[in-house]
């Protein structure tokens, strides 16, 4: 699947979103390295603490689902801009590897792809606890 064709089921999740609160609406679609797709979309609470991100979504999506090996995540939103992953989501990526892909893309579909770990330069993981 293509950069692009994973950022098309990221924009496809964000009509699934719950966001009557922010009403930024948010889609992310994750791409496993066996070539399986999870989409989650955000999902707020009106205790807004309760509230999950999109690309959170799809990977707990996949994790319950027993799949953790994970090549790519694409997000969406409405704002036409490149919407790139809060800083509780990027420890969360990668958690799960520090060379996933991000796809982000703008209005006019152009597309960005970087890495979790130069989204997060020093970031955080289980060799930091095995020291
Ligand atoms: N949000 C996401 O789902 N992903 C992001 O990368 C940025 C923020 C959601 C959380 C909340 O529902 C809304 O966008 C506004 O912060």
């Known amino acids: 699947m293509s950069e692009k064709e994973l950022f098309q089921e990221a924009v496809k999740a964000k ?6 609160y922010s009403k930024f609406k948010v889609g992310a ?5 066996d070539g399986k797709v999870y989409t989650g979309c955000n999902v707020e609470c009106a205790s807004f603490g309760g509230t999950n991100c999109a690309e959170r979504t799809a990977i707990f999506k996949a994790i319950s689902e027993g799949n953790k090996d994970f090549e790519a995540i694409a997000i969406a939103s409405d704002n036409g801009m490149f919407t790139f992953p809060c800083g509780i989501c990027r420890q969360v990526i990668f958690e799960f590897g520090k060379d996933i892909k991000i796809i982000v893309g703008d209005k006019n579909e152009e597309i960005k792809v970087i890495s ?14 095995n020291q």
């Open 29 to 33: 679609a994750l791409l496993t390295k």
């Open 116 to 129: 979790i770990k130069e989204l997060l330069p020093y970031g955080f993981s289980s060799e930091d606890l």
């Open 15 to 20: 009509e699934y979103a719950y966001a009557p």
